[in-house]
């Protein structure tokens, strides 16, 4: 009995955190390669999810920070979860030859091939493999860094987002990255970060690429750059895996007490719209889809509520009722639009529809049934003309409560 315990304690553990599996592929171009991929928590007990990737280059040392950082942001919910793809260099021999180029500044030999293969054979693999999304982010550091800005070189560059870490560039790169970037029409972010202890040559031509990317007029790119004042060539990379993460998922993070002060209650209106364009733009800018947290309905509700703006509660009741149907969600928007413009008689009723629902959060059938009784006997004042009803459909059976 105890061993049954003991496995089924095992199984259930292995489930709470990331998979690390080491795979092998024959390429045409390399021979035998090994990598690592890396799967978040909720890989195996999801299994309608896809994810995005991040592709890390030098995988001997730069999964375990990488790796790090994004389990914490997805812990607290700042970081979508994602699947890592680490690259095994052989502990540094073979980064040289992976990364080579020629006099011009293109990649040539093994670099051409490692090129090659990353995109024509190592993503279709891992594609085929496991749940993906388009959205693809590569990272290196010094050589790896350098190298992996050969893929904005492509008119239609197979990554979205870049994180290069104290470049080692090839010649002219400073100026040919710039003038890709100023080409680009798909959403692009690019992260770049030196140390001022660094390389006197490293640190010129990363000021200079800086420099001619800035110059860029109306850039349709995101990008950033940090030069860290202290930083040595390998103590830069902790300091700016965790900033580049952030830089590129901006907005992904639930909205936060300086967003609601700042931002939404300083609106004259469009509450509710302000919810559904922020997760309408993190499905543009990642190509997933998510469904709004609960605790965002709550920032925008308390912003209604108060700027006194009622007429937003419907809105609001119909993005919860899209999101979370036949939950209390969006009855609760609802119900309380009614009882803020006096409306009780309609309030009533509409808090009396938990009865049938399945409870979310706080907003129990218990918590909804007694708002409706508190509201018997007060004599309807509107405020506002109520929107005529909607037949509601007749219910076959009554859901089991859930807890969201």
Not at 143 to 163: H, Q, R, V
Not at 202 to 212: C, F, T
Not at 332 to 356: C, D, L, P, S, W
Request: glycine content about 4%.
């Amino acid at each position: 009995m105890k061993t049954k315990l003991f496995l089924f304690a095992l199984l259930v553990s292995s489930c709470l955190f990331a998979q690390r599996t080491p795979e092998t592929i024959e390429s045409k171009k390399l021979g035998t390669r090994t990598f690592t991929v890396v799967t978040p928590p909720s890989y195996a007990t999801s299994p309608e999810k896809s994810y995005p990737t991040l592709l890390i280059l030098d995988g001997e040392y730069l999964l375990d920070p990488f790796e790090g950082i994004l389990k914490y942001g997805a812990y607290w919910d700042d970081l979508p979860e994602m699947i890592i793809i680490a690259i095994d260099q052989n502990n540094g021999e073979t980064r040289f030859a992976d990364s080579e180029f020629d006099e011009a500044g293109f990649p040539s030999g093994t670099g051409a091939n490692f090129f090659e293969f990353i995109g024509q054979e190592l993503y279709p693999y891992v594609d085929k493999k496991y749940r993906t999304i388009p959205f693809r982010m590569i990272a290196g550091h010094d050589t790896t860094a350098g190298f992996l800005n050969f893929y904005l070189y492509k008119d239609n560059p197979i990554f979205n987002a870049y994180i290069s870490l104290a470049p080692e560039m090839a010649p002219e790169m400073e100026k040919r990255v710039a003038e890709r970037l100023a080409k680009m029409t798909k959403p692009v972010f690019y992260y770049q970060a030196t140390g001022e202890g660094d390389l006197k040559e490293i640190n010129e031509k990363a000021a200079e690429l800086d420099a001619n990317i800035k110059a860029i007029p109306n850039a349709t790119f995101k990008y950033q750059n940090d030069a860290f004042k202290g930083a040595s060539h390998y103590s830069l990379v902790a300091k700016a895996i965790p900033n580049a993460i952030y830089f590129i998922f901006d907005g992904y993070q639930p909205i936060s007490m300086v967003e609601f002060q700042d931002k939404i209650l300083k609106l004259d209106a469009g509450y509710t719209d302000y919810l559904v364009a922020k997760y309408d733009e993190l499905e543009k800018r990642f190509g997933f889809k998510m469904k709004p947290r609960l605790s965002d309905f709550k920032a925008i509700e308390a912003a209604i509520m108060k700027n006194k703006a009622y007429n937003e509660l419907l809105p609001l009741s119909d993005y919860a009722n899209k999101h979370y149907p036949k939950t209390t969600l969006g009855t609760y928007h609802e119900a309380v639009y009614y009882e803020k413009t006096g409306n009780y008689k309609r309030a009533i009723k509409t808090y009396q529809k938990a009865f049938t629902q399945e409870a979310i959060r706080e907003l129990t059938k218990d918590f909804m049934l007694n708002r409706a009784e508190a509201l018997k006997g007060k004599p309807d004042k509107p405020t506002e003309e109520a929107p005529a009803e909607v037949p509601a459909e007749t219910p076959t059976e009554e859901p089991t409560e859930k807890q969201e």
